[in-house]
Structure formats: C-alpha cells, structure tokens
C-alpha cells in the first residue's frame, strides 16, 4: 500500500516538479490510448508534443489559439482563487462574440470609413461589455439568491449559444447568403490588425500578454488584488479584516465576464470575419484546463495555454491525418488535468510504502 | 527502574538558518510528567512534532522503551501508543465533535461507540462537552477540549500536551490536572508544555528548559520557583505590572440592551447585554468560554453586523450595522482569538497580513508601497520582540507565541482609539506576557479605551479596572477589580449574579 502522510511545510521541488510530472504522466497515458486505437503512438504524440511549435508559421497558429485562452484563464484563475467557481466563460466568450460581432455589423452596414486601429479599442469594449454582463447575471443571483454559482454560470453557456443561434437564424442571417446560418462577412475595417501580413496572428495575442502582466500586477502589488485572494483560503480572516464578499463576488465575476468577452469578440473579428453558429470552440472550458495547469497564475495562465493549444492543435493534425476521433483529443486534455491535480497532492503530501494494518479499538 | 518510556538523544532539526532543535536529549520515565519550558520559538512544539513524527528531525535518534524506533509518522506514533495535542488544533470545522475523533480513530469503532466513549471520558473527568455540535461553532476553548479529549480515548502510554490550558479557565485547568494526576498514575507519560509556571510548579516531576533550540537546563520543578523557572527561561524575572489608577475619561464604546439570536441551533443567543468602556479604561469580560464571548466579540468588532445600529454605539455614533473595516476606519480595532485564519492568513507573508488591518503603505489606487509595507512589518517585529526570519516569513511558520505577538503588535501599533482585545497573551512567554500587559496598560493611561476578553482570571485581575462575567449570553453587572474577589467571579460564571442566568440563588452584593 501506499500511505500519504502529510508535509509540515508544503514541498517547493514539487510544486516546480509536478507539472512536468503530469505532462510525463499524460504523455506516457496517451501513447497507450493510441496504441489501444491502433495509431502510431510516436507519430500521433509528435502531432501534439512537437508539430504545433514547429516552424513560424506552426508557431503563429499557436499564438492564435493561445490568445483566447490567455484571456479567459487570467479571470478564471482570479475567480478560482477568490472561492467563486465560474465555470461559464464559454457563454462570457459567446456574448462577447455576439457583441463585438453585432459592432462589426453596424460598421459593416453602414460602410463606415473606419481605420482597423481606431476599430481595435472599440471592439474590445463592446466584447467586454458583452461578457461582463453575461458574467453580471451570474453575480446578481449569487448576491441576492445565493444561487450556486457553477450550475448559473454553466447553464448560462447554452442561452448564450442558442441566443447566437437565433442571431444568425434570424435577423442577422446573410440576406444573399443562400439561407446559411451566418451573418455577411465583416468590412475590412473591422478586422484586428495582423503582425504580418499573410499570417492570421492578430494583435489581439499582445492585448492578451499585456493582460497577463496588468492581471500579475493587479494580484500581488495591489490591495484588492490581495483582499480578492483571502476570501478563498481564509474567509473568516476576510470577515476580520472587513473585506467584503459581496464584492469579490461581483469584482470577480465582472473582470473575469470581460476577459473572456474580448476574447470572444476577437475571435468573430480576427480569425473568423463573420458569425455563425459555431463560435462555440470549448476555449472557455479549455481555460478552466489552463487556469489550474498555470496554478491560478497569470503568468502560469500563458503557459498553460501554450501546452493546452498544442493539445488542440495536436488534436486537429490527428484527426486530419490519422483519422483520431476529436473526442480523443478531448480526453487527452482531460488525462492531463487528472495528472496535475493527483501530482499536486505531492506537494502536500509525501508518498510512502506502508504495510496495511488493522488495529482493534483500544 | 525499567528502561525511560522515551528517550531522545541528539535531536537537531533546522528551518532554513534557523536552528529550531539543536542537539537535545531528554528522557521520560513510565508515570513521569515532565515539563517542557521556554521562551517563544525556542523549539518546544517542533521537538513534540519530532516526537510524534510530523516532523522528520535532521539528525539524532529516540528510543521507545530503551530500544531504537523510528517514528515516521503520527501513524507510527499512534501504533506505539502516543498521543498528541497540537498547539494548533487540527479539527475539520464542517465535521461535528464526534466525528472528528472518529478520524483519528481505527476503522473497527463505530460512531456511535465514539460518541458514547467522548461522553464518558468527558464526564469522567469532567469536561463539558456535547459530541453531536459541529466544531466550527465552538470557542477555541471547546476546541482544546475537544483536542484533550480525543488524545485520551486513545489511552495513550505517552501523552504529549502543547499548551493545553492556554484557553482553559483555572477550574478547567485544575480538572485537567486532577486527570492527568490519575493518568500518570496508571503509568502513562506526559509530556506537557505550557507557559504557566505554577502550573508546572503543581504538576509536573521534571522540567527540561530550551533556549535557542538547545537544552540549558533540566530541573526538578518541585524544588523550584516560578522565580528561578523564569530565570532559567529567560534569564530574568517578568517586569512587575506597573499601574497607576484609571484616568476615567468619556464614554468610548458601549453596548446597550444588545440582543441576538444564535447564528444557528448551536450558536449562543445574546441577551440584553449592555456594556461600556470609557477612553482611559481597561474592562474585563470574565467566563468559561462558550458562553458568548465569540458572538460579542464578533458583534462588536463588525464580523456579524447584524445587531440593531443602536445597539452598539461608537463615540456615540450609532455602529451596530457597520462592517469590520468601517469601525476600523473610525479607530476600534480587535485581536481575534484565533491566530491563524482569522488574526492572519497563513499563506500569506507576515508584510502581506499587515495589509489586514493596517493600510498606511497603500497609495493612489490600492498600489501597495512594497518597501513602506516590509518597513512597517519590520517594526512590529522589533517592537514587539517577534522572533522570525523577517516580514517575507509567512504567518504559518511562526511559532504560536511569536505569531500572537504579531498580531496583538500589528494592532497596537495603530494606537486605535478603542481595542477590543481576546486573549492578549495567549501562548505568550512569561517575559513577553508582561511586555503586552505593559503595552496595554500604556495604551490605556494614553486614553485608548480597552475591552479584553479573557479566561485567564489572574490576567484579567491584573490588567481590568472593571469586570464583567459572561455567561449564558447574559453579561454580569460591572465590579471594580480591586473589589472583586475569585470567589465572587467564580460565582458569576455559573450565572449567578442577582437577575443573572443562574438565578436558583439571587446572591445580594458587589453589583453596582
Ligand atoms: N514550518 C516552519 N518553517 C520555518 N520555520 C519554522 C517552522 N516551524 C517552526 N519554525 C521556527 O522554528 C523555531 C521554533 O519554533 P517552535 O514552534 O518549535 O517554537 P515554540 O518553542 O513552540 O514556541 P511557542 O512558545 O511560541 O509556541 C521558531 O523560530 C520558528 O520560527
Ligand atoms: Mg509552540
């Protein structure tokens, strides 16, 4: 049998440690799974290990699908540390694609002569906005109905999603788009400017690193940054102190509602151009992935999200090359998690071989 | 005699550059109660932990009944038969009394067996205890209870104690004592740590005294003082109290018909309590903990704003619906009776807790001045004589009493206007104790109002200029401290005042 027994000071090895380990872990499980699928086990984890980091261009892509990922783990791992679970930047990423696609939309019917930087700031705005209010609703009824947050904030990723369904089933449809589901691809104007021409990485990625700084910043070198991170660990310290919940509940969920709306909106008006039903891409339940392998850091959050985008990336190449079902790609991602989380007990807790003993009641 | 029960030799454990144990050896016979005694942070509780596995020593060996074991874990401790009680208690708050022993239990007893074992154990020797009440309601007094009462259903062959009687009333104290009197006599070894020299003058057979980590003395208390322990301790005697009479000025603080309804059906309801603390003054609440003191002092401080405003006033200004900080802002501050969780959060840095209460290194937008922060921590460790590695230390690897000294320091230093103090010397050295009652006699005779709530009566004699009893979630009427005698305190806790709890005796006299 192997006994825990717990450390007196949590060990810093293993905390450095055990994401490594998780990621050995996951990668020795996925050879297996795809030996079990009869896949090349080498070739398919070259796919997600070595492909998505190989060459410029592999490399843009993967900045392409870090950049939402950065954005919506950032506020989660603020809410998460705070004790307020939101599972629901899905539907946060959705109404912000909503909004900063309807802006897109206005500015695309009314041929407004517009420069893609004067765009730029707008769009973020109305992303944030659309996602902190959908994030507000979540707020609201934690506050005054104490509802639980996490069956809310979830449930409210399918409004979202068949409210963008009727958008464009509806009044935003295309009118000369033979009857799809999706609106008429945005101006020029309101695309979020490139680095390099050719290339679909946005400055939407740098928005999304400097996010991560401010978020740092905002965490450890300010007093409300601090406040926030007490609720979680030490509420009756919180009490003391007279730091309110009401407040890191709404603080919270509002930052983190409008973190995951710009990524939304940089989405529909980077790399998609256009809405249609299928904005709904998983990023804001991948940020949950993200936000714990990045430990509930900003700076943790970025690289996280370059180990979860290679996983996505990997995922697509499989299933395109080798036929891999998506799902696989799916499980994968959920194997690396379950290692990090069982690792993280390392920390706490020193493993140890140990006889089982059945002792009598004294 | 037979082989020590225990014996250490050579125990030397380090934190980093600091030396918790260094080179200590100690033995204890079978039936010995043998003290262990020194200042804050001298490496009392990390031997106990050595002892009973929780912490892995550096270096040096320990022998169970003269043959070499080793102890890896508490789980080996518990199969060699020793019991623990930490300083820091380790109680599951969502889980009830019973429960909580139950996990530390074998698998074979049934909860029901447990729940009937704390009954007896508890009425055996006396301790007032009800296993069904979840823990997160009681007073850290109950806790300790809770604590001693698990470590005795394990009948134990050595029972180590860390500060048992920090929380406990004398009467309390003094039923432990008759117990662990009958435990020693049925050849069980104590070990027990505690910063009341009588108390280790009237119980204990041996006295081992670490400084620094290293043993500088061992002695046979009996044939001692708490004069010369304290000189072994620390190289001299406590200060006298110096105090001169209350410079009475006006009304600070006040309660007035203060009523509330118990947070849950284990929670005490107070009722009509009524209270004041003029600036210049140093009131006492007396009583056996449980009986209120938690929810008044929560009432009072903010934590439960949920009193009538009136019913609490400030200057005059009606606070009952004011959170913590809002008081705060107006200069009423509190020492929570829990360190960890509640006075300071233990992940946090010591810099970083500053920020709980004190907010003089912030600037423009909540920007924490990072160097004014550490400068400010660096003080309270200086003026208050807390022993850690520097204000990055955080809250959790300090010693009990140097954490105590923290925080009790981090609110004196904002010289409030009214400080609402629980348990000022908790698990405070004698040398440091006095320290802080000096302090708060300071504070006072400069026109700080002060309320302490306390078990300790001998403190609360000493510093009060007026007490009170609480009990039952009624508050006494009010005694000047000179007039009061033990006895009559005594009384009061059972509720016996005229009109009080316990009125099956309505006792005529030193009301006023
Ligand atoms: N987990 C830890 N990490 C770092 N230092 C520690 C840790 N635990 C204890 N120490 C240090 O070891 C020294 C001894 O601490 P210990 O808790 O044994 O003191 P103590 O004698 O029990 O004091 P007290 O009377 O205040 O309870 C202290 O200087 C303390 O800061
Ligand atoms: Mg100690």
Redesign the interface.
């Known amino acids: 049998m192997i006994?825990l027994?717990?450390r007196?000071?949590p060990s810093l090895r293993m905390s450095v440690l055990s994401p490594i380990i998780a990621l050995a872990v996951t990668v020795a499980a996925g050879g297996v799974l795809f030996l079990a699928l009869g896949k090349d086990p080498v070739r398919v984890l070259s796919m997600f290990l070595v492909e998505p980091f190989n060459g410029v261009r592999a490399l843009t892509e993967l900045g392409l699908k870090c950049t939402p990922l950065i954005l919506c783990a950032l506020g989660l791992g603020l809410c998460f540390r705070s004790n307020v679970w939101n599972i629901g930047a899905e539907g946060q990423f959705l109404m912000g694609a909503i909004a900063g696609g309807g802006l897109a939309l206005w500015v695309t019917n009314a041929s407004a002569a517009l420069s893609p930087w004067v765009f730029f700031p707008l769009v973020v705005v109305a992303g944030a906005a659309g996602g902190a209010a959908w994030a507000a609703i979540v707020a609201l009824l934690r506050d005054r109905f104490n509802a639980n947050e996490i069956l809310v904030s979830l449930m409210l990723v399918y409004v979202a999603d068949l409210f963008l369904s009727w958008l464009v089933f509806g009044p935003w449809k295309d009118p000369l788009g033979f009857n799809f589901p999706q609106t008429v691809q945005f101006a020029a104007a309101t695309e979020i400017p490139r680095f390099v021409r050719g290339m679909r990485l946005h400055w939407g990625f740098a928005f999304a690193l400097v996010a991560a700084v401010l978020m740092w910043l905002f965490m450890f070198?300010?007093?409300?940054g601090?406040?926030l991170q007490?609720g979680g660990?030490?509420p009756?310290?919180a009490?003391?102190?007279?730091?309110?919940s009401r407040a890191a509940i709404w603080t919270t969920l509002l930052i983190s509602g409008a973190l995951a709306g710009i990524a939304g909106a940089f989405e529909v008006t980077g790399p998609m151009g256009q809405l249609t039903p299928h904005v709904a891409s998983g990023y804001g339940f991948t940020a949950i992935i993200v936000a714990f392998v990045g430990r509930l850091h900003p700076l943790g959050a970025v690289l996280g999200s370059v180990v979860l985008s290679a996983f996505v990336i990997g995922g697509q190449l499989a299933q395109s090359r080798v036929g891999l079902p998506a799902s696989v790609s799916g499980v994968f991602q959920g194997m690396l998690l379950l290692a990090l989380l069982g690792c993280d007990t390392l920390i706490h807790h020193r493993p140890?071989l140990?006889r089982w003993?059945?002792?009598?009641?004294? | 005699m037979s082989a020590p029960r225990l014996e250490l030799r050579h125990i030397t454990k380090r934190y980093g550059d600091v030396v918790a144990n260094d080179d200590v050896g100690l033995a204890v016979a079978p039936g010995e109660i043998h003290a262990i005694l020194g200042e804050n942070g001298a490496g009392k509780s990390t031997l106990m932990k050595v002892v009973y596995g929780a912490v892995a020593p550096d270096a040096g060996e320990l022998l169970w009944d003269g043959a070499p074991a080793a102890i890896q874990s508490p789980h080996d401790a518990r199969a060699l038969g020793i019991a623990m009680v930490f300083q820091h208690f380790s109680l599951f708050d969502s889980l009830t009394v019973a429960e909580n022993v139950w996990l530390g239990l074998s698998r074979t007893v049934s909860l029901r067996e447990v729940v009937e074992g704390i009954r007896g154990k508890a009425a055996e020797y006396g301790l007032d205890l009800d296993p069904d009440r979840p823990v997160h309601v009681l007073s850290v007094g109950e806790r300790q209870r809770v604590e001693i009462v698990r470590a005795l259903l394990a009948n134990p062959r050595l029972l180590i104690l860390d500060e048992p009687t920090a929380v406990l009333t004398p009467q309390a104290a003094e039923k432990l004592f008759e117990t662990l009197r009958k435990l020693a006599a049925t050849g069980c070894s104590i070990l027990y740590i505690s910063h009341k020299l009588h108390e280790i003058l009237a119980l204990c057979h041996q006295c081992t005294v670490l400084r620094g980590g290293r043993v500088v003395a061992s002695c046979d208390p009996t044939r001692e003082s708490t004069a010369s322990l304290s000189r072994m301790m620390i190289g001299a005697e406590p200060p006298r109290l110096e105090r001169r009479p209350a410079n009475v000025g006006p009304l600070a603080l006040s309660a007035r018909g203060l009523a509330l309804p118990g947070h849950d059906r284990f929670g005490v309801a107070l009722e009509d309590v009524s209270l004041d603390v003029h600036a210049g003054e140093i009131v006492g609440i007396a009583g056996v903990s449980g009986n209120g003191q938690q929810e008044l002092l929560a009432a009072l401080s903010g934590e439960d704003p949920r009193a009538d405003a009136g019913a609490i006033q400030l200057f005059g200004q009606p606070i009952g619906r004011m959170g913590a900080a809002a008081r705060r802002k107006r200069g009423l501050h509190f020492v929570p009776e829990e360190r960890l969780g509640r006075g300071a959060v233990p992940s946090l840095s010591l810099a970083n807790n500053m920020l709980l209460t004190r907010h003089e290194a912030l600037r423009a937008f909540g920007w924490i001045d990072r160097a004014a922060l550490r400068h400010q921590a660096s003080g309270v460790l200086r003026r208050y004589w807390v022993k850690a590695s520097g204000p990055a230390a955080a809250a959790r690897s300090l010693s009990g009493g140097n954490l105590q000294k923290y925080i009790v320091g981090r609110e004196l230093d904002a010289v409030p206007k009214v400080l609402v103090v629980a348990q000022p010397t908790w698990g405070v050295d004698v040398g440091a104790a006095a320290q802080i009652r000096a302090e708060l006699v300071a504070l006072r005779d400069a026109g700080c109002a002060v309320l302490v709530v306390s078990e300790e009566l001998e403190e609360l004699f000493a510093l009060a200029d007026r007490l009170h009893v609480i009990a039952k979630g009624r508050l006494s009427p009010s005694i000047g401290s000179a007039e009061a005698s033990v006895e009559q305190i005594g009384e009061w806790m059972s509720g016996l005042w005229t009109g009080g709890p316990g009125q099956a005796a309505a006792l005529a006299g030193g009301a006023r």
């Open positions: 006994r027994d717990v007196q000071v070198r300010t007093h409300r601090i406040q007490i660990p030490a009756a310290a009490r003391y102190a007279g730091f309110s140890r140990a003993t059945w002792r009598a009641a004294p």
